[in-house]
C-alpha cells in the first residue's frame, strides 16, 4: 500500500450508505458533517458570491471581483458537498466536490490579496517597492495558478480513486505539491509586504506623495488594512494547517478532527 493511502482507522471503501456492516466511523472522515455549521458555510459564501459580484459591477474592480467571486462559488460548493456527506457520510459525489473545491477556493482570495497590494503600491510609490507594481499580479497570481492547479487535479484523482491506492497516492502527492507551493508564495508575498512596509516608512516624507498621506490616518483605511492582514494570514494558517492534514494519511487523526477542520478551513 503506498504511503499516502496508510490510514490511521480502518476505512471501508466498499460501503455505499450507513448499515449495520457500514458504521460512519469506517468512512475517511468518521464523523457526519455538522448540518448547522456546514449549512452556515454554503450560505455565508453564496451571499458573498453574489455581493462581491454586485461590488465589483459597481465600482468596476472586475477582476477583483471576478476572484472573489469565483473564490466563494468553490467555497459554497464544497460546504454543498459536506452537507452530501451529512446526508450520506459515504456519497462520493460529496466527498469529490468538498475535496476538491475547499482545496483550491482559497487560491482566488489569494489572488485577490495580491491585487489589493498592487493598488496599495501604486498609491503609496514604488520607489521603495522591490518589484513594478504589475509584477506582484503576474508573479503571484501565476504561482497562484500553478498551486490551483495541482491542488484541483489532484482533489479530483483523490476524490475519484474508490479503492485505486495508486490513484489516491497520486492524487495527494499533487495536493500536497500544491498546498506547500502556495505556503512558499504566500511567505514569499509576506516578506516583500514587510519590506515594503519598512521601506516605506523609513523614506516616508521622500517617496509618498503628498496628497496620500493624510490617508493614513483614516480609520476606513485602518480598517482596511488590517483586515487585509488577517485576509493574508488566515489563507496563510489554512494552508499550513492542509500540510499536515493531508501527508498524515487518508483518515489520519487530523483530517478526522472536524472542530479542526471547521477553525482552520470554515473559519
Known amino acids: 500500500m503506498s504511503p499516502h493511502y496508510q490510514q490511521q482507522h ?29 449549512a452556515f458555510f454554503l450560505a455565508f459564501f453564496t451571499l458573498f458570491a453574489l455581493i462581491h459580484a454586485a461590488l465589483g459591477l459597481a465600482g468596476r474592480t472586475y ?4 476572484v472573489l467571486t469565483l473564490g466563494c462559488i468553490a ?13 450520506n457520510p459515504f456519497d ?20 485577490a490579496i495580491y491585487i489589493t497590494f498592487k493598488q496599495l503600491v501604486r498609491t503609496f510609490g514604488d520607489a521603495t517597492s522591490a518589484l513594478r507594481p504589475a509584477l506582484y499580479t503576474w508573479i503571484f497570481i501565476s504561482c497562484d495558478m500553478v498551486s490551483l492547479t495541482l491542488q484541483a487535479v489532484g482533489g479530483g484523482l483523490a476524490g475519484s480513486a474508490g479503492e485505486d491506492a ?29 519590506l515594503y512596509v519598512v521601506r516605506t516608512r523609513r523614506s516616508w516624507h521622500e517617496t509618498v ?19 487585509l492582514a488577517v485576509a493574508t494570514l488566515a489563507v496563510f494558517t489554512r494552508c499550513i494547517y492542509r500540510i499536515p492534514e ?22
Open 63 to 66: 477582476f477583483l471581483a471576478y
Open 166 to 194: 495508486g490513484q489516491h497516492d497520486v492524487g495527494t502527492d499533487l495536493m500536497i505539491a500544491g498546498v506547500v507551493f502556495q505556503v512558499a508564495t504566500l511567505m514569499a508575498f509576506i516578506t516583500l509586504v514587510a
Open 246 to 267: 493531508l501527508t498524515g494519511g487518508w483518515g489520519n487523526p487530523l483530517m478526522r478532527d472536524e472542530a479542526s477542520f471547521l477553525v482552520l478551513e470554515g473559519l
Open 92 to 111: 462520493s459525489t460529496g466527498f469529490e466536490l468538498q475535496i476538491s473545491c475547499l482545496i483550491f477556493a482559497p487560491s482566488f482570495v489569494a489572488a
Open 10 to 38: 480502518f476505512i471501508n471503501l466498499t460501503c455505499t450508505a450507513i448499515g449495520p456492516y457500514c458504521p460512519v466511523s469506517d468512512t475517511i472522515y468518521g464523523y457526519r458533517p455538522n448540518l448547522a455549521l456546514d
Open 209 to 227: 506623495p503628498p496628497q496620500v498621506k493624510d490617508l493614513v490616518h483614516s480609520s476606513r483605511f485602518q480598517l482596511f488594512c488590517s483586515m
Open 75 to 87: 467555497e459554497a460548493l464544497g460546504y454543498g458537498g459536506r452537507l452530501l456527506l451529512w446526508r
